[in-house]
């Protein structure tokens, strides 16, 4: 009879990179998706993504998301993964939130030892998330972004944000609808000095005040 060689076809999946911010407070945390395209991630067909909250160095699934956004609600050590996944092969209700690690899903899968096509990007983008309480503005000193966290503040009422440089001249403003977050404001232009930040409380008398240190 005629003879052949079956070959195993090559796992094609690739999850990719995410780009962690280095700040969070209790609430939301956000990972952005690298835009290179060699930074994934590779989708066959029928494949999906998701991404993978777990907590702690033995990443601890504790939520998963179609987007790479997620609300905390307890302090720590936390790490959003990509996980691109075939729902006919990769059954996602073994996963016990709490229980089941990043770890055991990776076991399943081929990149890690398993026979499942997938991707998990193990390392993911992890964060450091704190109970920021009261901090008005961080980090200060502050070089390219500032953070300004909002729920204890306004309580989800709209806001105004004025920066003001060291000659008291508004560089930045903003008005919008403070709800539960944390906002995030770019200062990659702005020169070395003393800034002082202004946040209102739209038709109410809250306000709060900080100097703010550009540093370059």
Request: contains cysteine; negative net charge; charged residues 20%.
């Amino acid at each position: 009879g005629a003879q052949f060689t079956v070959e195993d076809s090559p796992c094609e999946a690739d999850a990719g990179t995410l780009e962690p911010e280095d700040h969070d407070c209790l609430g939301n945390v956000i990972a952005e998706k690298k835009k290179k395209k060699d930074d994934g991630p590779e989708v066959p067909d029928g494949y999906e993504v998701i991404y993978v909250l777990t907590q702690g160095s033995g990443l601890v699934i504790r939520d998963v998301s179609d987007e790479p956004e997620f609300n905390v609600n307890a302090t720590g050590r936390y790490t959003i993964h990509t996980l691109v996944y075939d729902p006919n092969t990769l059954d996602l209700g073994i996963v016990q939130f709490g229980v089941t690690t990043g770890f055991d899903v990776n076991g399943l899968l081929v990149q890690g030892g398993g026979t499942i096509c997938g991707a998990l990007d193990v390392t993911g983008a992890s964060f450091t998330v704190e109970d920021c309480g009261n901090r008005f503005i961080f980090p200060n000193p502050a070089e390219d972004q500032l953070h300004i966290p909002f729920s204890a503040m306004f309580q989800g009422h709209p806001a105004t944000i004025q920066l003001f440089d060291p000659f008291g001249r508004i560089v930045f403003e903003q008005t919008l609808e403070a709800v539960n977050s944390i906002e995030r404001i770019s200062i990659a232009d702005f020169s070395s000095g003393m800034y002082n930040v202004v946040i209102s409380g739209t038709g109410s008398t809250n306000w709060r005040r900080s100097q703010l240190i550009m540093k370059k």
